[in-house]
């Protein structure tokens, strides 16, 4: 692994392999755009649970177990899983994790978890200090509209600006040797927070903190955005991917001809998610599913993604906080 002083970026020397990848979905984000790279679409957003947040926790247990199933291995063979969702002390990681019977590191970055967990796993791998590792997240509609904003049950009118968070989960094998992506560099994101303070105006929150990251990316790895074929954040949705693109072409670089943002690519627009998806599992989903798609059948060669999270809780937002955000980002190529 090398890293230099004072810079954000790692490069890693023995770059990690995803070897495998899985995914779950909700009923609505199975009718979307992503359709035919899904492995499980649930029928309703219970999918035989008591509860919405039981649900989440079955979707993350099933990611896990689908993704080692598919990498030709067995959990006894996962030296650690990383893993997170959105709701307070990781409630829906917890108890999936309770199933697994594995040395685990919970992980919270908001929205941005997968790439932190991805970054982190990779670490340890690099470092010797692992053979192989599941990163997992998830998110739950419900689950999160309830803690975050208002009872689900009430059917509070969402402003435009607003998005909508993904039902689903994804889990990323990654391996010290194998066939497949590899993740080469990856950059630690520091929080950056503007001083909005609207909970439902997530993608403006969060772009200058996916602007900070993809510059220092750049800086620090000497990569430009044409090195990649795609470049890929998290959940900013049309409103924060169109800032992103603003941000550099102040910097006099036009992003957009290979910028894509991962909450606008999940929902149609008939599907009235106003200004996209969001939610750990938007990245989570569009990754494991779609992109790792495209990398394996060599469509796509060198991504970057960067997955976003919007860091206030409902305490914070209560008490009048603006709202800090944070970006990691991970290179992978084929």
């Known amino acids: 692994m090398h890293k230099k002083r004072g810079q954000q970026s790692i490069v890693f020397a023995v770059p990690p392999v995803i070897t495998s990848t899985a995914n779950v979905v909700g009923p609505m984000e199975g009718d979307g755009i992503l359709t035919e790279f899904y492995d499980r679409i649930l029928e309703d957003n219970l999918d035989n649970n008591d509860s919405w947040e039981q649900c989440e926790s079955c979707m993350m247990e099933w990611a896990i177990r689908a993704a080692v199933a598919k990498d030709n291995s067995v959990l006894t063979d996962v030296d650690y899983v990383l893993a997170g969702d959105l709701l307070n002390q990781l409630m829906s990681t917890h108890f999936a994790l309770r199933n697994i019977g594995r040395p685990f590191l919970g992980m919270y970055g908001a929205c941005s978890t997968l790439a932190e967990s991805m970054l982190v796993g990779s670490t340890l791998l690099d470092g010797g200090f692992a053979n192989k590792v599941v990163a997992c997240v998830s998110s739950h509609h419900d689950t999160a509209e309830r803690q975050y904003r208002f009872p689900t049950e009430l059917g509070v009118q969402r402003p435009l600006v607003s998005q909508w968070t993904v039902t689903g989960a994804g889990a990323v094998v990654i391996s010290a040797v194998g066939k497949g992506p590899r993740i080469t560099a990856a950059t630690v994101g520091k929080i950056v927070d503007i001083g909005l303070k609207d909970p439902n105006a997530m993608g403006p929150a969060m772009a200058p903190a996916a602007a900070d990251t993809l ?8 990569r430009s955005p044409d090195y990649y074929d795609m470049i890929y954040t998290g959940d900013l ?17 036009d992003l957009s001809t290979n910028y894509e943002d991962c909450g606008c690519m999940i929902f149609k627009e008939e599907q009235d998610a106003h200004a996209g998806a969001s939610g750990c599992a938007s990245s989570a989903i569009v990754f494991t599913g779609y992109i790792y798609r495209l990398l394996m059948r060599q469509k796509l060669h060198k991504i970057l993604l ?7 809780s409902t305490t914070s937002y209560q008490q009048k ?5 944070i970006a990691h980002a991970v290179a992978v190529e084929i």
């Open 237 to 253: 949705g049309s409103v924060g991917k169109a800032l992103v693109i603003e941000l550099f072409k102040e910097k006099g670089i």
């Open 215 to 222: 510059w220092s990316h750049f800086n620090d790895t000497g």
């Open 306 to 312: 960067v997955g976003t999270g919007s860091l206030h």
């Open 321 to 325: 906080e603006s709202i800090p955000c």
